[in-house]
């Protein structure tokens, strides 16, 4: 009995510690810590394109300032992929032959990560820098 309220004890704890709100968070087991930006009335809108191949996303490597407004256009050349970034809520499937166009603000400084959910060696990163 004295071990089944033991268990349950740390249970609860681990379960508190978890839901505790904070600036940081784990992500692809990596915790970042977050800087936000001021997102202005008007923001600079910035248009990217990528293409994804059976070999990769070109370009792999994606760089925008905070508080820019990003239009983001893929499109999957060859093969049957899937383009995620999480820290932004993207998660599509990229099919052959589909084009999309995606946007979002980039309201977080930092470096992220993309990637295929079909492939996950296909991989890339989008770097916010500070405005």
């Known amino acids: ?11 609860l704890v681990i379960l508190i510690s978890g839901c505790q709100q904070g600036g940081t968070f784990n992500s692809s087991s990596t915790t970042k810590t977050l800087t936000t930006v001021t997102i ?3 923001p600079v809108v910035v248009e990217r394109t990528i293409e994804i191949t059976n070999s990769g996303f070109s370009p792999n490597s994606i760089t925008v300032n905070g508080g820019e407004l990003v239009l983001l256009t893929l499109e999957s050349i060859e093969g049957d ?9 993207i998660n599509l499937p990229m099919p ?4 999309e166009t995606v946007q ?11 990637y295929c959910r079909n492939h996950p060696s296909m991989r890339g990163t989008l ?3 500070q405005p």
């Open 104 to 114: 979002f603000t980039a309201t977080v400084i930092g470096t992220f990560e993309f």
């Open 40 to 42: 202005p009335a008007r």
């Open 1 to 11: 009995m004295k071990k089944l309220i033991t268990l349950i004890i740390l249970i």
């Open 96 to 99: 052959a032959g589909r084009k």
């Open 127 to 129: 770097i916010v820098n």
């Open 81 to 89: 992929h899937s383009f995620t970034l999480y820290d932004f809520g």
